[in-house]
């Protein structure tokens, strides 16, 4: 037979992992019995897949196998009352093409990993483990930081949904609004958190970004009547579209208007484009669409010179309504320099400087820096270079600064 | 699931009263809970400067004098209900008034 096992297994692991994991935790309420079955089941799959041949339908395959081991070790486990009924319920198999409550188990599994009575970093780890299936030495890679660190880590984040009472469920409707806004700030800290390792030193991470525009395919599915989870799908896809122009041959950071437009992904621009229309289409904007809308802007501009800065401008401002932060100002400032020229930028960083917001971010110096060195004021463009290299956090970034001080001509 | 309330708050805004902030203040979020029996107990406390702690080390114990913590931030009464789990138990907590100013620390019994 020419059917590559390996590939299929991993494909099924790819689509059925969070939701095998997500229905045994709702009908044992046992997450790490629930982690186990979905391994064993996986691992059964791989030895018998290639001596059987691959079942007609892998992910029912799984499911069953899954369950069936979760019958086996709770029977083993115990047989107190409690649990014999519990086994009942596990045993009692679903239709598998019961999508509402397949695809309910998937959300209450996102929304209790991204539950806030967790640590930010607690959500983060479970969401990788359990949600996205790595396993705990990837999620410790995804982290930086060791594998028993993770490890320790994620069975307090268990012990503390089972101990403090979080709900394994949707929140009501009156929480559901700031907590889908949780799991999309948890997810797009994971996209971040890869966006800003694709290089140098920290190529060795997994890919993160990959795993968290999947989590928003998932959650946008999941959630068809919330614009949202699309807004932050299309930014994702968006800015993963310039993934390959971001760094030169010897992966030194390229900025945005340097950029090789050619080698933007187009697939991945068009359906970011095509997914933020149709959130749009709902007539609720929050921030991630705002910003997907910004994204977008760059994403469709031919050439860095064309981009609508006036229009990015705009855009900025109405983010800074919805979603008030230093950050969104400086960014704004940009537009501004690029549209009205960067004695107009450059009032705006000072204003924003005054505030006192943005101390010890990289970027207010940096960007002051690029501001003076356009208005041909060097001297002072290097300085704020040197306050930049200082404050910024990676390799990359410190680079990229050195090499800009360094084209300053005195 | 019984779940205690810790209700804190600026210790300036406790410090001065002798019979406790606000006692004969009507309380309808108390009221309500205590008519829907979620509510089993609650009170307002005393002050850190008459508060204990005990701790025992080594066989031996230990009195303090003050509050638990060294914190602006001071436990100035409690609640305990009795709900289905913590999304609920934060919902009422978040409507108790002293939720607008102070915080409340939510703690699950064991059990």
């Known amino acids: 037979m020419s059917v590559d096992v390996d590939a299929v297994v991993a494909a099924t692991f790819r689509s059925e992992w969070s939701r095998v994991v997500a229905t045994l935790i709702r009908v044992t309420g046992d997450w790490d019995l629930a982690e186990e079955c979905a391994q064993d089941a996986f691992a059964q799959a791989l030895a018998r897949w290639s001596v059987d041949g691959v079942p007609g339908r892998p992910g029912a395959w799984i499911v069953t196998t899954a369950r069936n081991r979760a019958v086996d070790r709770l029977r083993r486990r115990s047989v107190e009352s409690a649990k014999l009924r519990q086994i009942a319920v596990v045993a009692e198999p679903v239709a598998d093409d019961d999508p509402g409550g397949v695809a309910d188990d998937r959300l209450r599994l996102l929304f209790t990993c991204c539950h806030p009575a967790l640590s930010l970093e607690a959500r983060v780890a479970l969401t990788l483990r359990t949600v996205a299936g790595l396993s705990t030495a990837e999620v410790a890679r995804g982290c930086l930081v060791s594998e028993a660190t993770m490890a320790k880590r994620l069975v307090r984040a268990k012990g503390k949904i089972r101990n403090a009472r979080i709900p394994y469920r949707m929140p009501s409707a009156d929480q559901l609004p700031t907590r889908t806004s949780g799991v999309l700030a948890v997810l797009y800290l994971l996209f971040n958190e890869g966006y800003a390792a694709t290089s140098g030193a920290d190529r060795v991470r997994v890919d993160l970004c990959g795993e968290a525009i999947r989590l928003a395919r998932l959650l946008a599915r999941l959630m068809p009547g919330e614009p949202e989870p699309r807004g932050l799908l299309a930014l994702m896809l968006l800015h993963h579209s310039r993934r390959d122009a971001r760094t030169d041959a010897t992966g030194g950071l390229v900025t945005l208007e340097e950029q090789d437009r050619t080698r933007w992904r187009r697939a991945d621009i068009d359906e970011g484009v095509a997914v933020l229309e149709s959130a749009l289409d709902h007539g609720s904007v929050g921030p991630y669409q705002l910003q997907a809308l910004i994204a977008a802007c760059h994403a469709t501009a031919e050439t860095a010179r064309s981009t609508d800065w006036a229009g990015i401008a705009r855009l900025y401002r109405r983010l800074a309504v919805v979603l008030p932060s230093p950050v969104v100002a400086l960014n704004h400032a940009v537009a501004v320099a690029m549209s009205e020229g960067p004695a107009a930028g450059l009032t705006l960083v000072e204003e924003l400087a005054a505030d006192g917001g943005l101390v010890g971010y990289h970027l207010l110096p940096a960007t002051r820096a690029d501001l003076l060195r356009r208005l041909g004021r060097h001297a002072e463009a290097a300085a704020e270079y040197l306050s930049a290299i200082e404050l910024a956090d990676t390799d990359d970034v410190r680079d990229f600064l050195r090499r800009r001080l360094t084209d300053l001509t005195p | ?111």
């Open chain 2, 1 to 111: 699931m019984k779940f205690m309330l810790f209700v804190c708050a600026d210790a300036a805004v406790v410090d001065n009263d002798s019979d406790g902030p606000g006692a004969d203040e009507p309380m309808p979020w108390a009221d309500e809970l205590d008519a829907a029996g979620i509510r089993l107990d609650g009170d307002q406390l005393r002050p850190p400067r008459d508060a204990t702690t005990v701790r025992v080390r080594g066989g031996e114990v230990l009195l303090g004098d003050g509050p638990f913590a060294e914190t602006k931030e001071v436990i100035v009464g409690y609640d305990v209900i009795d709900c289905a789990d913590l999304d609920e138990a934060i919902a009422i907590a978040a409507r108790h008034p002293v939720a607008q100013f102070g915080l409340l620390e939510i703690r699950p019994f064991y059990g």
